[in-house]
């Protein structure tokens, strides 16, 4: 949803996945635009020019993606700190000084809090943004935002 609710507001966007799911995020993709937007996709929506779905494993190559990007947005994908280095290498191979990131997390009690020192340790501001300030309808949420973005 985050990927589709940027593209709604004008962005082009990038969503990564793992390779052996991305037929089905793409799927998923098409099938949540058409409903939201009440039009066929494949007539009105160019997927591969607007909104495209990139294989990424963290950790790995990202030569193949449109890097660096000026905003990472990422929904629950702080979820271990078994996968925390593999993250963090891949928000520096795809980051730039100019890069502004927003993760959006519930905590669960993994471990996740390694994630945000790891990323001050290799030169990322880390700011949690306070409950008062996300929007009213998720003030009593267990999810934590962050703004994170290079010194």
């Known amino acids: 949803m985050v990927a589709i609710t940027t593209w709604l507001l004008g962005s082009k966007v990038t969503a990564t ?10 799927k998923c993709i098409r099938e949540n635009i058409t409903k939201i ?13 607007n909104i495209e779905v990139k294989p990424l494993k963290w950790g790995e190559n990202t030569e193949h993606l ?8 990422g929904s629950d994908i702080v979820y271990h700190q078994s996968l925390c280095n ?24 993994f471990g996740e809090e390694i994630f945000f020192d790891s990323l001050a340790k290799k030169g990322f501001l880390v700011f949690k943004i306070p409950k008062c ?3 009213k309808e998720f003030f009593n949420s267990d999810y934590d935002i962050y703004k994170i973005d290079l010194k």
């Open 17 to 26: 996945e793992l390779s052996s799911a991305i037929g089905h995020t793409e």
């Open 37 to 49: 937007t009440n039009c066929n996709t494949e007539k009105h929506i160019n997927l591969g020019k």
């Open 66 to 73: 449109s890097k660096p990007y000026d905003i990472i947005l």
């Open 86 to 109: 593999d993250l963090i290498k891949s928000i520096c191979d795809i980051s730039s000084k100019n890069t502004v990131m927003y993760l959006a997390y519930k905590p669960r009690g």
């Open 133 to 135: 300030e996300h929007p």
